[in-house]
């Protein structure tokens, strides 16, 4: 009876251990991700404040006419 205990209690302690590791693992892998889209928050957020002040609008005399004219 105490062995059967035994194997039950050491089976879930190493389940358990495996899953600390899967949830530190995924922990991680959730912050690499959110500083990801921290970044690309941040670099959307200076294209739509260029595009809103006009500073990507092409000056149609800067520009080379097109190759089929």
């Known amino acids: 009876m105490a062995g059967a ?3 039950r209690i050491e089976a879930l302690e190493t389940r358990i251990a495996y899953q600390d590791q899967t949830i530190e693992e995924l922990n991680q892998s959730i912050t690499e991700q959110w500083k990801v ?3 690309l928050t ?3 957020a200076t ?3 260029q595009v ?3 500073s ?3 000056d149609p005399a800067s520009e080379k006419p097109p190759p089929h004219y």
């Open 52 to 54: 809103r002040s006009g």
């Open 5 to 7: 205990e035994d194997e």
């Open 47 to 49: 294209l739509e404040e």
């Open 37 to 39: 889209i921290d970044l």
């Open 42 to 44: 941040k670099k959307l």
């Open 56 to 58: 990507y609008i092409a």
